[in-house]
Nanobody, 120 residues
Framework: QVQLAESGGGSVQAGGSLRLSCEYT?????VGWFRQVPGKEREGVAV????????YYADSVKGRVTISEDSAKNMVYLQMNSLKPEDTAIYYC????????????????WGQGTQVTVSS
């Protein structure tokens, strides 16, 4: 069983920055960040192939978001800059990918999520 724990969410004004952290209990090959707002499907934000420096970003965040890892600490980070009100969501990290990385159903393990609120 893999456990994931997100932290770092909060409330910021538009244009601000936040860094989210995801700690996982055992080394994983793929770790992803998703976000979800009420009434909508979970949306992929960024994915990292840990140890390979391969990173993937959704078009909606490209250029504003950076995913990174500290494999020694089993941590993955999501640095978010130039935040917009439409970035407001609960952000989740996920591990163990089997399928399309942008399909939430392809990920086996999930954290509890951390709320990000961006005000205009």
């Amino acid at each position: 069983q893999v456990q994931l724990a997100e932290s770092g969410g909060g409330s910021v004004q538009a244009g601000g920055s936040l860094r989210l952290s995801c700690e996982y209990t055992r080394s994983r090959n793929f770790v992803g960040w998703f976000r979800q707002v009420p009434g909508k499907e979970r949306e992929g934000v960024a994915v990292i192939f840990t140890g390979r420096d391969s990173k993937y970003y959704a078009d909606s965040v490209k250029g504003r978001v950076t995913i990174s890892e500290d494999s020694a600490k089993n941590m993955v980070y999501l640095q978010m800059n130039s935040l917009k009100p439409e970035d407001t969501a609960i952000y989740y990290c996920a591990a163990d990918l089997a399928g399309n990385m942008w399909d939430a159903d392809a990920w086996q393990y999930w954290g509890q999520g951390t709320q990000v609120t961006v005000s205009s």
